[in-house]
């Protein structure tokens, strides 16, 4: 499958804070999880793997602009799909201010199919803020790239809506900001028993 073609997909929804939701304990654990979702994913699977959608340089958009990034900046714009042994759990879009690639940190433009999280959380300096999370129906164009994963035809059903989360991090005092929408098939929807294993 050519997944560059789906390039880009953008993420427009409300964001808001986790409390204002009521959601499941096992997807609030992930939503809400504050380490590394790549060593998280990494830890459920044997074969974990980061397929590169596409990134541009363009000026952030109103939708998406926060505290820390302003609408009308440059900034670099990163999707990626997170695969563990072959099913893909997340779709992540990522916004690098031109203004944050520089020193060391110009590495973060030339990652390819290398995780961002990973390398960002090796850093001793990052900090993450708060997490924000937000719904996305079947209209949204990240249920429609879900759809095409899956070969699906027929649009998801509201209760299979998809979620996802957003947060701004620091690295060495520069902002960024990373979007992670769970898919269909990930482990955020299944549920555990209290054997500790995971059923859909």
């Known amino acids: 499958m050519n997944f560059q073609s789906f390039f880009p997909v953008t993420l427009s929804s409300f964001w808001h804070d986790a409390n204002d939701s009521s959601l499941d304990e096992n997807l ?12 998280r994913l990494k830890s459920n699977c044997h074969q974990f793997r980061v397929e590169l959608l596409g990134q541009k340089i363009e000026k952030c958009q ?3 602009a926060v505290d820390l990034i302003i609408a009308g900046e440059g900034v670099l714009v ?3 799909l997170l695969f563990c042994d072959d ?6 879009r990522s916004l690098l201010p031109l203004s944050s690639l ?5 590495a973060l433009a030339n990652l390819g199919t290398q995780s961002l999280g990973q390398v960002m959380f090796n850093n001793p ?3 993450r803020k708060t ?8 209209t949204s164009t990240v249920s429609q790239l879900a759809n095409k994963l899956s070969g699906v035809t027929q649009p998801l059903v509201s ?3 998809l979620w996802g989360r957003r947060s701004i991090f620091i690295l060495e005092n520069k902002p960024l900001m990373v979007s992670e929408v769970f898919l269909p098939g990930a482990f955020a929807y299944q549920q555990t028993d209290k054997s500790g294993y995971k059923h859909v």
Do not use: M
Request: glycine letters at 2%; aromatic letters at 6%; zero cysteines.
């Open 28 to 39: 609030k654990s992930w939503l809400l999880d504050p380490a590394s979702l790549t060593l």
């Open 62 to 64: 109103e939708s998406e």
């Open 78 to 80: 990163r999707e990626v």
């Open 87 to 92: 099913i893909p759990q997340v779709f992540a």
């Open 102 to 106: 520089t020193g060391a940190e110009q």
């Open 125 to 127: 300096s990052l900090k």
């Open 131 to 138: 997490i924000e999370v937000a719904e996305f129906d079947a």
């Open 159 to 161: 209760a299979n809506s």
